[in-house]
Nanobody, 126 residues
């Protein structure tokens, strides 16, 4: 079993920054990749980014490219999502999720994640 815990969400004004953390515990060797998803009120859950053993992040939403940065600290079993130049449309609950597959297989597909964190809310005001 793997447990994922997110932190770092909060309320921020447009143009601000936040850093989300996702800490994995348990059988982390069972978890080749970690993805971030977000879900805005009334919207579908969407894949944001994914990172696996290649340490080359994949970003799935054009509007976040150049503003969000995904990284990992293997020794800490932690994945970070740095969010800069935040916009009101980034308001959502952000979840990290773990998959037994590489990002190239299911990184974008929330229906194929094996483990989920409870999420952390980001609210961006204009």
């Amino acid at each position: 079993q793997v447990q994922l815990v997110e932190s770092g969400g909060g309320a921020v004004q447009a143009g601000g920054s936040l850093r989300l953390s996702c800490v994995a515990s348990g059988l982390t060797s069972d978890l080749p990749s970690i993805s971030w998803f977000r879900q805005a009120p009334g919207e579908e859950r969407e894949g944001v980014a994914c990172i696996d053993g290649t340490d080359v992040p994949e970003y799935y939403i054009d509007s976040i490219k150049g503003r969000f940065t995904l990284s990992r600290a293997n020794a800490k079993n932690t994945v970070y999502l740095q969010l800069d130049t935040l916009k009101p449309e980034d308001t959502a609950v952000y979840h990290c999720a773990g998959s037994k597959w590489q990002c190239s297989v299911y990184g974008l597909d929330y229906t194929h994640m094996d483990y989920w964190g409870k999420g952390t809310l980001i609210t961006v005001s204009s």
